[in-house]
């Protein structure tokens, strides 16, 4: 599965947020025999449309998609020079498929700041220079490679330049990510992910809030600022550990006294699972209604194959339709009376909340 790797300096309320984040933890409830490990948070995907196709489908159980975080501890200055801890910093960060860094943005007497003050810019900037100065050490060694590489092969020659456009972005000081779309920059993505670089990958921001600045929308927006395109989640971590601790009800309550209509945690599952690319389709029965976790544009043998390689390898058709149309119909029966339900072949591109039942060969 897909992974979050969460970073942030000392003291910024990792721990905190990443408790909140395991309370939750959906493995425990659903897969009673897993393994969990302690540095992994697997936290359902909110989703409405499932308990509506639980009650259609009259299923007995819900289960959501998942969103995982691996939190990676040990970010110091000089992580890059590949000092003990600052090497494995690294590595954990090499295999996360997207980074979120935490951020402080609460004001507290009672907890130190690493840097004496709280500064969310120059704490972004902090890691970022740990990461950008890990990305320019590995381009050291490619620049050279594809230099003698382009000498022999024609084709290799645009790898070069690109490679010599992203060093001189990270010379500046920026991450790759930031300017993955921005055209005067002119990077071509694909080969720029294929140098293996560790600011290629998404960021989410986390700015940890205290109470009053979670009702400061000016505060928000300069904050979001310092970070767009990249996505930013506002939330007061230790709010969240009580959240978790309370019954639904309760917990919605105490949301509302904030004009919030869902916790901190369900948005950063959300926007996690968006910036790494992904998408849900819908099975539904008297047993359980699922939702399955895809990429943007897989076809539907591709989408079989989650749920077992036979599916994918013995893919006849998908019969489907889009959980709108179902919950307008109310029954399976109506919306296949009114035409909604269609038959997908081979070639057809999945959408989110696709509700699917697959036709396939054993
Ligand atoms: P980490 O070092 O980044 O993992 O930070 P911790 O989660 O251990 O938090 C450091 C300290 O800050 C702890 O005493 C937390 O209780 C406190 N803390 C965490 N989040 C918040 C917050 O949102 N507001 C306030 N006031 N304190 C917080």
Not at 4 to 33: E, H, Q, R, W
Not at 249 to 278: C, N, V
Request: charge should be negative.
């Amino acid at each position: 599965a897909l992974t979050i790797g969460i970073v942030g300096l000392p003291n910024v309320g990792k721990s905190t947020m990443f408790n909140a984040l395991t309370k939750n933890n959906v493995l425990a409830a659903n897969y009673p025999f897993a393994t969990i490990e302690p540095n992994v948070g697997v936290v359902p995907l909110p989703d409405d449309r499932l308990a509506r196709l639980a009650e259609i489908h009259g299923s007995e159980k819900i289960l959501p998609a998942t969103v995982s975080f691996v939190d990676i501890a040990g970010i110091v200055r000089g992580a890059s020079e590949g000092e003990g801890l600052g090497n494995k910093f690294l590595a954990n960060i090499r295999e996360a498929d997207a980074i979120c860094q935490v951020v402080r943005a609460f004001e507290d007497g009672d907890v130190v700041h690493v840097d004496g003050k709280v500064s969310p810019e120059s704490d972004i900037e902090t890691i970022h220079t740990e990461l950008i100065l890990a990305d320019l050490q590995t381009l050291e060694k490619a620049v050279p490679r594809l230099e003698k590489e382009s000498r022999i092969k024609k084709e290799s020659k645009p790898l070069l330049d690109n490679a010599l456009v992203a060093q001189k972005v990270l010379e500046e000081g920026t991450t790759l990510y930031a300017v993955k779309d921005d055209t005067k920059v002119g990077l071509d993505w694909a080969a720029t992910t294929s140098l293996g670089l560790l600011t290629t990958k998404p960021f989410i921001y986390v700015f940890n809030l205290d109470e009053d600045q979670l009702a400061d929308a000016e505060l928000q927006a300069s904050l979001r600022a310092l970070v767009t395109p990249a996505d930013s989640v506002f939330l007061n971590a230790k709010l969240e550990m009580d959240l978790m601790e309370m019954d639904a009800a309760e917990a919605m309550e105490l949301l509302e006294s904030f004009g919030a209509t869902e916790s901190g945690i369900s948005q950063l599952a959300r926007t996690g699972f968006h910036t790494l690319g992904l998408q849900t389709y819908l099975t539904a029965g008297p047993k359980e209604s699922r939702a399955w976790t895809i990429g943007q544009g897989w076809t539907a043998p591709q989408a079989a194959g989650v749920i077992h390689t036979d599916f994918q390898r013995g893919f006849i058709k998908a019969e489907i339709v889009s959980f709108d149309d179902l919950d307008a119909a109310g029954s399976m029966a109506s919306a296949k009376a009114a035409g909604k339900v269609r038959m997908e072949g081979k070639e057809y591109v999945m959408s989110d909340g696709d509700v699917v039942e697959f036709r396939f060969n054993v």
